[in-house]
C-alpha cells in the first residue's frame, strides 16, 4: 500500500497501514510520536505523518515506547 503524502487517513486506515493494534495506535497518539488533528471525536492523520513514523530514525522511539508500556502490563500481570 502507497502513502499519499497529502492525503488524510483516519486512525483505522493508519492502523492497517502501519500494521498495529488500536491499543498501540491510541498510545502513540497519546505521547506525541503520531501527531493527529482532532475533528469532532476522531483523530485524522497526514499521510506526511505516517511516512515521517515509518522513517528509521523515529522507529527506534517507538519501540522502545511500545516496549516500556509492555512491561508495565507485564509487571501487573506477574504480581
Keep these: 500500500m502507497e502513502i499519499n503524502p497529502n492525503e488524510v487517513y483516519t486512525t483505522e486506515e493508519a492502523q492497517r497501514i502501519l500494521k498495529i ?5 491510541m498510545r ?3 505521547k506525541g510520536i503520531i501527531r493527529t488533528a482532532k475533528v469532532g471525536k ?3 492523520i497526514l499521510g506526511k505523518e505516517l511516512l515521517r ?3 528509521p530514525k523515529l ?5 522502545k ?13 506477574d504480581e
Excluded at 21 to 25: I, L, Q, R
Excluded at 59 to 63: A, I
Aim: no cysteine; charged share 25%.
Design 28 to 30: 502513540l497518539i497519546k
Design 53 to 55: 513514523i515509518v522513517s
Design 21 to 25: 493494534s488500536p491499543s498501540t495506535t
Design 65 to 77: 515506547i511500545y516496549n516500556k508500556g509492555r512491561v508495565w502490563v507485564h509487571k501487573g500481570v
Design 59 to 63: 522507529e527506534d522511539k517507538v519501540g
Design 42 to 44: 476522531q483523530y485524522r
